[in-house]
């Protein structure tokens, strides 16, 4: 088990290293001269345009940026943003509670629908009640999660037009308001996949020598089912709801956008269009760094799970 978690371990460093590079490099494809947007279109002296690029140390190499960055991540100093002249440490900290919020409470709305969902239609395979969640599948997996944003509005504007969805909070009754849709249109169009595999991976345990074994022996079938057939099933979901809290963490962006939400997404949207370096190196590192960490966490549940995953 240590040999395993430590393998993991070096390909989670490996994996933040190289994104850490990426990352700094594409931000400056951008041909914008954040010396510009430093000082907002104003004309000043060469010996101003000076002092500003030693302050933000643009006089120096990519080399040496890169380091001074890297080193500022162990601080907790992810250097000050061009466009808004805070720190970008402050400023995520002032966003992350709407955007984590979203990922969080989207990530349980999905699978607290999915995984019941996917059972029941593994168990009622080929019944009315599996045709009927199968259709309602496939209408959630066609709308992405922009036009559910969109729709929402509209059918909660007509319904329900008192509903505060948008604007900012002072309270966790204001924030739960703010947050629930948005989330439910990010989890709606990965609900279909996420059920779907739960299905599919039941209806193999199911079809199983051990279980038809241990029904004919008298034993309750749901406890079977749920006690064996579904841990024996999990595994394929945990892979891919790994995968879809890195969607999840993206599709925040577009919904914040949609509903107006001052989240992580919208200030990226903002940094990259100004060319504001430690502003989108900042919010796509940790964005990077929270989504390696969940798949690494997850990676170490495969092996408690199954202990021949640990073996390969």
């Not at 190289?18 to 430093?38: H, K, W, Y």
């Not at 101003?48 to 001074?68: G, M, P, W």
């Not at 940790?286 to 966490?297: A, E, G, H, P, Q």
Request: glycine share 6%; with cysteine.
């Amino acid at each position: 088990m240590r040999s395993y978690i430590g393998n993991r371990a070096l390909q989670y460093a490996i994996v933040l290293i190289a994104s850490s590079i990426i990352i700094f490099f594409m931000v400056r494809l951008n041909p914008t001269d954040p010396v510009a947007v430093i000082l907002g279109g104003k004309q000043t002296t060469p010996e101003t345009i000076a002092n500003i690029r030693a302050d933000f140390h643009l006089d120096k190499s990519y080399v040496e940026q890169y380091r001074i960055w890297v080193f500022g991540i162990f601080r907790g100093d992810l250097g000050m943003s061009f466009k808004y002249r805070q720190a970008v440490s402050s400023l995520i900290r002032d966003r992350l509670p709407v955007t984590g919020g979203i990922v969080i409470l989207s990530s349980l709305i999905l699978l607290l629908v999915s995984i019941p969902t996917g059972i029941i239609t593994a168990v009622r395979q080929n019944s009315a009640l599996d045709t009927v969640i199968s259709v309602i599948q496939l209408i959630l997996v066609a709308c992405p999660p922009f036009l559910t944003s969109i729709l929402m509005i509209w059918i909660i504007t007509l319904a329900a037009p008192a509903f505060p969805f948008t604007g900012s909070f002072t309270n966790p009754g204001q924030y739960f308001q703010r947050i629930i849709l948005p989330s439910v249109a990010l989890a709606f169009s990965m609900i279909a996949l996420t059920s779907r595999i739960v299905k599919s991976s039941m209806v193999e345990q199911i079809q199983s020598n051990y279980h038809m074994t241990a029904v004919s022996k008298g034993m309750d079938p749901w406890a079977v089912i749920m006690g064996h057939c579904f841990k024996n099933a999990i595994i394929p979901v945990i892979t891919v709801f790994g995968t879809q809290f890195g969607i999840l963490i993206v599709g925040s962006v577009l919904v914040e956008s949609v509903f107006s939400l001052a989240g992580l997404g919208s200030i990226l949207m903002e940094g990259v269009k100004a060319s504001d370096y430690p502003l989108v190196q900042g919010i796509t590192i940790l964005l990077v760094f929270v989504f390696m960490t969940i798949s690494t966490v997850l990676d170490m549940v495969y092996g408690i799970i199954d202990p021949r995953i640990r073996l390969r």
